[in-house]
Structure formats: C-alpha cells, structure tokens
C-alpha cells in the first residue's frame, strides 16, 4: 500500500498513526494510575485536527488528577483550559463538561481562572449552557465581582439566541426577597426588553397571573388582617 503513496501522503500517514499511538499510550498510562508517565507523554505533542476532541478530554483528566494529588495550580489551570476547549469541540455531553467547567469557576476560581473563561466563553456555543442555567443564575449574586460579571454576562449572551431559555429560570430571583438577586434578574429582564419586549412582558404577565390564581382567598383575607 505504501508503494502506491507519494512522499509527502506517507509522512501525513505516518504522523497520523503517531498520533493515535501517543494518545492510546498516554491513554492506557492514565488508565492504569501512573498519571505522571501520561502527563510528560502528551507535553511537547501537537495534533491534527481529528485527534484535538480526544487530545482535550485526556488532558482535562490527566491535569485533573494530577492537581488533586499535588494541588499545584498550574495542573487546575491546564485541566480548565483543556475542558473549555473540548466543550468547544463536541455536540454531545455538553451537560457534564459544562458542570465540570462551572464546578471549578465556582469552587477553585481565581483571576486567572475568571480570565481564562472570560478569553474562551466566546469561542463555545452558548446551547451548551442552556441545560446548566440554573446553577449559573444561582450563582448570579455571588460576592466576587469577577465571577459575578462573567455570570451575568453570560445569562445574558444566552438570552440573546435563547430569550425563554433564561427568562423562565430568572422568575426566581426577579421574584425573590433578596434585594441583590432580584435587582441583578431585573437587570437582565430590563436588558433582555430592548430586543424582545413582547416576550419579556408575557413571561412577566404570565407570572404574575399565575401568583394571583395561587393564592387562596383565605391567604388574601388573612394578609390583610396581618396589615
């Protein structure tokens, strides 16, 4: 078969199967604990575009693991990039990578974290977020303004190509106690109204239609009593 193939199509034949053999390799070391030997074997490697997808989830682990035994940040911060960059790549198990992304922006996130994000949410599909928008709205009043910001904006991004996607979660909060919360979903709803204000006041019209027929009369007789 060889004989049949040009110079250059035997080099890109043989750089692919290079290719396959360091992943398999790298692959089957991460599989049987020795995270390190797996670490060092993908460092230096560059692949073609039909192995990036694996490329990426295998780094995602391989740094993954490695900062739980080390807890050296570098490893959280390979291990983010990687995982940002398969979510960017697939169509498929979008909920899973995203928690894992929003995992880390919530529990491990730091300036360069929030950067990082900030640098690649761009580049990802704002449907891979759809299914995970009720952990990111219940995030949106966090005490850190980096993370805060990142969040909102992208609720709002989302509610641009998806304006029920998040208008419907956002109730919760447009109708909560807590003034910071309510005041960051009023926001959104006031933002998101300059492009689809039919759509906005429905959703809003529909909520509060629907409080009004839940409430009991013996509800309605006792708060005013309570006044």
Request: glycine fraction near 2%.
């Amino acid at each position: 078969h060889l004989t049949n193939m040009s110079k250059s199509e035997v080099i890109i034949h043989n750089t692919s199967l290079h290719q396959r053999i360091v992943l398999t390799l790298a692959t089957y070391l991460a599989n049987q604990d020795q995270i390190e030997d797996s670490y060092r074997l993908l460092q230096g490697q560059k692949f073609d575009q039909e192995f990036q997808l694996k490329y990426s989830i295998l780094c995602a682990r391989v740094n993954s693991l490695l900062f739980q035994t080390t807890n050296d940040q570098k490893y959280l911060i390979e291990s983010f990039k990687s995982s940002l960059d398969t979510i960017s790549k697939t169509e498929s198990n979008t909920l899973t990578l995203s928690l894992q992304v929003l995992s880390i922006l919530f529990q491990k996130g730091n300036h360069t974290i929030y950067q990082i994000f900030s640098e690649k949410v761009d580049s990802i599909p704002v449907e891979c977020w759809i299914e995970a928008i009720p952990q990111i709205i219940a995030r949106l009043s966090s005490p850190v303004d980096e993370l805060r910001v990142l969040l909102v904006n992208l609720i709002y991004q989302i509610g641009l190509k998806h304006p029920h996607a998040v208008l419907y979660p956002l109730l919760v909060p447009y109708k909560s106690d807590n003034v910071e919360r309510r005041t960051i979903a009023s926001s959104l709803f006031d933002r998101l109204r300059l492009l689809f204000q039919s759509i906005v006041d429905g959703v809003v019209l529909l909520s509060d239609e629907l409080m009004r027929v839940a409430v009991s009369w013996h509800e309605i007789v006792s708060n005013q009593i309570d006044k």
